[in-house]
T-cell receptor, first 112, second 114 residues
């Protein structure tokens, strides 16, 4: 079965610093999704990547999918306290059912 | 267009009671997915439903758990005879088709079994 591993598990950065979160899959990714979760709340969709080498940006967040489609990274530029939360990567599972397999999450704290 | 609506947001049940969690998908969405998030763990898929059909229930515990998505009304995740280990956040997601589009998540229902 496919597994997603995120690194690091937790991260504390000073406001204004850049950071990167990685998501590595045990199998080829057919669709990779990044979500953000505030503690005690639901998941907010950030970005979806499907093609090898694809890169998408929204405001200060950039997500990339490597050419081999087994690893994705999420990069935040000039972090702000509003970026704090849990970042989850999710992948389409084999079988075309639409269900997602998630990594264990990366908890980000941004110190003002 | 309201998002995915889950209720209640918080639910407390005593051991042995039943828990009913409701999910109303986004308007126009016919695919519903339920996930469970245990403390200190990631989201785990439970069940995938379309109207009146269970498509994939490979993540559902074999006993005490059931789900439905009737022709009219919300999707229901039902847990019978709850135990402490059922305490978790339960999330519902909906999408318009089964691959290639993002699934929108509800705010979740936090179940606490005392």
């Amino acid at each position: 079965s496919q597994e997603l591993e995120q690194s690091p598990q937790s991260l504390i950065v000073q406001e204004g610093k850049n950071l990167t979160i990685n998501c590595t899959s045990s199998k080829t990714l057919y669709g990779l999704y990044w979500y953000k979760q505030k503690y005690g709340e639901g998941l907010i969709f950030l970005m979806m990547l499907q093609k090898g080498g694809e890169e998408k940006s929204h405001e200060k967040i950039t997500a990339k999918l490597d050419e081999k489609k087994q690893q994705s990274s999420l990069h935040i530029t000039a972090s702000q306290p509003s970026h704090a939360g849990i970042y989850l990567c999710g992948a389409d599972s084999p079988g075309n059912t639409g269900k997602l397999i998630f990594g264990q999450g990366t908890t980000l704290q941004v110190k003002p | 267009n309201a998002g995915v609506m889950q209720n209640p947001r918080h639910l407390v049940r005593r051991r042995g009671q039943e828990a009913r969690l409701r999910c109303s998908p986004m308007k126009g969405h016919s695919h519903v997915y339920w996930y469970r998030q245990l403390p200190e763990e990631g989201l785990k898929f439970m069940v995938y439903l379309q109207k009146e059909n269970i498509i994939d229930e490979s993540g559902m515990p074999k006993e005490r758990f059931s789900a439905e998505f009737p022709k009219e009304g919300p999707s229901i995740l039902r847990i019978q005879q709850v135990v402490r280990g059922d305490s978790a956040a339960y999330f519902c997601a909906s999408s318009s088709y089964d691959r290639g589009t993002e699934a929108f998540f509800g705010q979740g229902t936090r179940l606490t079994v005392v």
